[in-house]
């Protein structure tokens, strides 16, 4: 690990100038095409948008790309080709005004009349000029340049002007190396991370299935609509929240809590409201009875909690005492269930299950002793897995911020003031 006493050496004695963009780089924006030049076919020139960079970690993405029709005049300088700099120049987002993205190789691809492009010259290497570009030295520059509450545009005379220190090259590549390698450790932890959940989640996936997993003979199986009953919500919007009051809960909201027991809610209703609507109470299992996926159609929630009420879109199933709630829940997370929600869902935008045909869902109930069992196992693998859901993001974060703190204290140059 990099010590924080060696860059300070690093960098002592380290001379540099300060000098606008232009002088060391030259700036250039996209092209630009209306709706008309949009293709139909999916041939044409493939172009890059802000959306295209990722704002958490600088990188480029290519999600949701636009292709327009051959015949859109374009230029060559508004392609993009290795080392250059893709920069979102406009937006009504400010915060994702100067993000920027590094193109490591030529690609076929251009990039839109909201982006910018930067190219440096033989003054500044490229990926040192990068890293200035997602310091806060630039975040700086841009607070002081921009404060439109509206559209946020970086103008040649914006970006040409910004002042930038240029250490000599030899010092340059080295801080590159640094900072490289502090990005690249956070990927390797992001992936090592991901393929861990990965992994951890197909074995829960596979135990939850072969724990409620039984054969026809060996135990009852009875269908949803004899094991307990199925109420609809009503009435509730997400308008109809208050900073206090009765316990509120809208179906856009249950993805939050999807597959977890929840105790208590951060929504509420007035007192009055909450006379009209339906309310759930401590072991029902709230379902969002639409969704624009058929997984998370009749998602359920374990509401362990208290009462509360729920909006139009979702539904409260209320067990009857030969069923654990816990147990029910984790059956309705199952494959065995995925499949019989793919076989009765409705809808393509908006998908749905008539509740009629969810309550034929047959389950299996063994003796209740046995259903506690079951659910003691799947929730030490629940909270094994979620334990590193949790850890991904925050793993990659505290790396993030080690990463800022090297890049801000190694372009820590003094400026002197003419």
């Known amino acids: 690990m990099i010590k924080h006493n060696n860059i300070i050496e690093f960098l002592k004695g380290v001379e540099v100038e300060w000098k606008a963009l232009s002088t060391v780089a030259q700036y250039v924006r996209g092209l630009t095409y209306n709706k008309k030049n949009e293709s139909d076919n999916s041939i044409g020139y493939k172009v890059l948008r802000a959306n295209n960079i990722t704002l958490s970690n600088s990188t480029l993405n290519f999600n949701d790309v636009k292709i327009i029709n051959l015949d859109t005049k374009v230029k060559d300088t508004q392609k993009l080709y290795k080392n250059d700099i893709l920069i979102s120049a406009a937006s009504g987002s400010r915060e994702h005004v100067g993000k920027v993205a590094f193109i490591t190789n030529d690609i076929d691809y251009y990039f839109g009349g909201f982006m910018g492009v930067i190219r440096s010259s033989n003054k500044i290497y490229p990926r040192y000029l990068f890293h200035i570009l997602t310091s806060k030295i630039f975040q700086n520059y841009l607070n002081e340049m921009l404060n439109s509450s509206t559209i946020n545009n970086l103008s040649s005379k914006i970006m040409e002007g910004f002042q930038i220190p240029i250490p000599p090259l030899h010092i340059q ?186 309550l034929t869902f047959k389950i299996p109930i063994p003796p209740l002793k046995e259903q506690a069992r079951i659910v003691k196992i799947l929730d030490k693998f629940d909270a094994l897995t979620n334990s590193i859901t949790e850890s991904l993001p925050r793993e990659i974060a505290l790396r993030q911020k080690q990463y800022e703190y090297y890049r801000n204290l190694l372009l820590d140059f003094p400026k002197v003031e003419e």
């Open 173 to 358: 590549t080295e801080i590159v190396r640094i900072l490289d390698t502090f990005t690249a450790l956070t990927a390797e932890l992001t992936a090592e991370l991901t393929a861990e959940l990965t992994a951890r989640k197909t074995q829960y996936n596979y135990y939850r299935d072969k724990l409620l997993t039984f054969k026809e003979e060996k135990v009852e199986w009875k269908a949803l609509k004899e094991v307990g009953q199925l109420i609809r919500g009503n009435g509730l919007q997400k308008k109809d929240f208050t900073e206090t009051g009765v316990p509120a809960i809208h179906y856009g909201q249950i993805y939050t809590y999807y597959g977890t027991f929840a105790t208590e809610t951060k929504s509420f209703v007035s007192s009055e409201l909450a006379k009209k609507l339906k309310k759930a109470k401590y072991g029902d299992i709230l379902l969002a009875g639409t969704s624009e996926n058929i997984k998370d159609v009749m998602t359920p929630l374990g509401w362990l909690g208290g009462e509360i009420v729920f909006s139009g879109d979702m539904y409260a199933f209320r067990p009857n005492n030969a069923v654990n709630t816990k147990y029910l829940t984790y059956l309705l997370q199952t494959t065995h269930f995925q499949k019989f929600k793919k076989k009765y869902a409705n809808g393509t935008k908006v998908i749905r299950i008539q509740s009629e045909k969810f």
